[in-house]
């Protein structure tokens, strides 16, 4: 059998929904994954969608519905709790297991008295249930045991020769399959996680659980409220480990034990400091981009034939509890807990904030500060680093002797538009390895506290190898005081450089701590003293 792509044209889903009329199976896009669809009323049809996959037969397939006019085709009875749950969430990314019609053949629902149902949003799958005018079995479209397919040509690599069409529908936006859920009297039961989190659930019903099987390995011969948690599943060829702890912590771990055979998987962010084979999914702080490329990655660290991959944890709200129970399941529950004894506390705010009177502060009570400025103005000796900024923004930001002009470079970094941009680009790199050196050093020295005085530390993502952040925040006029005392600018030059600045909602969203520096030196001092002492006590700290 020659498997063919269609396009997800008229003619594309016309010639698709024949296929399926006719019994075959069809290569769908989904907005999660790739499903291998048939028609969910014909046994027949359904037994070649195990055959394609290699599925146990005792694991059940969701089927696909296009409106609610077809939902008692599939299910016996739709209660008010079901009717709540597809108003909120349908067409969409959320599979309910309901009472199964008398129609739904055995094939399907593997013997069990319940059918998993699901009303998919992507337009080709709409199109395909629509134009064949049946109900779609569909379990996602890899090989059992692979990752779940995100782009067709995932599918024609797992089903070349397997089946016969796939339409091709270009990237699933969402990419880990639908949250699948048992339905109770204005209560779900989480069976497998998804897009549609246990946050979104709660505004909807009262009654939120979490099935056991979605953190914790199941073994083969235990009764399991969804038989397809039990399978190993997204196993890639490399042994895959996942390691707890700040990218500080796996930076550490990953220089100790890699050898040339080994991978990382791990966020954008996290490039700079890790110099080995890397896989990305997504960014840090960004669940949504790491359910879009993580299956995509395991596919690749396949092709790549790695013996060991480490992988960075994912966070575990919202969607990252799907990308979290996925990623578990490709690590085969192989998960490395890292506590790094020395607390690292990120330190920033903008220019005039009071950065430098906290760390003194800090420093006094036996906290080691790491002052990114200046190691900044260390790499500004750096014979590469002033190549690239005199690329970039002139040869005359040198002086005579080829020590940097700062304030010229100051003035033409933050007078064009992406020039701060510019100048990060040249300078966060160097600067992180440098920190990260630092960081080595201290605790190597067996310190217990130190402290990244960083006024980008977010932008830089040097916050990811932070224990907490600490935000300061001053009103404008005082620290456009302080900074003409300090720097001898005048108003206008300062106006220019604050402007440059985010404001306190940029700090508030994204720092663990914000201490608001409103009064006198005094004042601050006692307040940064106090937060370091609860801090330090709270941790079992004696700095
Ligand atoms: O996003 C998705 O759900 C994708 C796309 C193609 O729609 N489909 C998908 O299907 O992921 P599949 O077969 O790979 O996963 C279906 C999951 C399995 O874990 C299965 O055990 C569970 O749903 N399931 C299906 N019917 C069930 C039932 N009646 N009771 C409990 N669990 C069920
Ligand atoms: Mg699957």
């Known amino acids: 059998m020659r498997t063919i792509l269609l396009p997800p044209d008229e003619a594309g889903i016309r010639e698709a929904a024949e296929a399926l009329r006719a019994g075959q199976v069809v290569g769908m896009p989904t907005e999660t994954v790739y499903g291998l669809a048939a028609n969910a009323l014909d046994p027949q049809a359904v037994l070649k969608i195990f055959e394609a996959k290699g599925r146990p037969a005792d694991n059940p397939l969701i089927v696909h519905i296009a409106s609610l006019g077809q939902i008692h085709e599939v299910v016996s009875t739709f209660s008010p709790t079901a009717q709540k749950l597809a108003d909120a969430f349908w067409p969409g990314p959320l599979t309910m297991i ?58 024609l690599h797992d089903m070349d020769g397997r089946i016969p069409l796939i339409v091709d529908g270009g990237n699933c936006g969402v990419g880990v399959e639908s949250t699948v859920v048992s339905v109770g009297d204005d209560a779900v039961r989480i069976l497998r996680p998804g897009k549609i989190s246990p946050e979104d659930f709660e505004k909807v019903v009262s009654e939120v659980t979490i099935d056991r099987g979605v953190l914790e390995s199941v073994a083969q011969d235990a009764k399991v409220a969804s038989p397809g948690m039990k399978y190993k599943h ?11 702890g700040s990218l500080w912590d796996f930076v ?24 080995l084979p890397f896989f990305r999914y997504g960014y840090a702080a960004d669940s949504e981009s790491q359910a879009e490329e993580l299956f995509d990655a395991l596919r690749l660290i396949d092709e790549a034939g790695l013996k060991t991959v480490y992988a960075r944890m994912p966070r575990r709200s919202g969607i990252g509890l799907a990308v979290y129970n996925r990623l578990l399941r490709a690590c085969a529950f192989q998960v490395v807990h890292l506590n ?27 906290a080691q500060i790491i002052n990114c400025d200046r190691v900044a103005r260390e790499l500004h000796q750096d014979a590469q680093v002033l190549l690239s900024l005199s690329t970039v923004f002139g040869s005359d930001i040198l002086n005579s002797d080829h020590s940097l002009n700062r304030s010229r470079l100051a003035a033409r970094a933050f007078a064009t538009p992406d020039g701060l941009q510019k100048l990060n680009d040249i300078m966060l790199p160097p600067i992180i390895e440098r920190t990260l050196q630092l960081l080595e050093e201290y605790q190597q020295d067996g310190c217990a506290v130190s402290v990244l005085d960083a006024p980008t530390l977010f932008e830089s993502g040097l916050d990811a190898v932070c224990d907490v952040t600490v935000a300061l925040e001053a009103n404008r006029d005082t620290r456009a005081d302080r900074i003409i005392q300090r720097d001898h600018l005048t108003k206008r030059e300062v106006d220019n450089r604050m402007q440059a600045q985010h404001g306190a909602e940029f700090y508030r969203e994204r720092a663990d701590v914000v201490l608001v520096n409103d009064g006198d030196l005094k004042a601050l001092h006692e307040k940064a003293g106090e937060w370091f002492d609860g801090y330090a006590k709270e941790h079992g700290l004696q700095p």
């Open 252 to 275: 550490r771990y990953v220089r100790v034990h890699a050898d040339h055979s080994t991978g990382v998987l791990a966020f954008e962010e996290d490039r700079a400091v890790l110099q």
């Open 340 to 366: 790094h004894p020395m607390q690292v506390v990120g330190l920033t705010g903008p220019t005039g904030s009071g950065k430098t009177s906290v760390s003194a502060v800090w420093a006094r009570r036996g």
């Open 234 to 244: 997204y196993a890639p060829n490399a042994n895959v480990v996942m390691v707890e």
């Open 98 to 155: 309901l009472p199964r019609h008398p129609n739904i053949p055995n094939e399907v629902t593997a013997g069990l008295e319940t059918v998993g149902v699901r009303m998919p949003s992507h337009p080709v799958a709409r199109q395909l249930i629509e134009a064949s005018g049946l109900p779609l079995a569909a379990p996602s479209a890899n090989r059992s045991g692979k990752p779940s397919p995100t782009t067709a040509e995932h599918v």
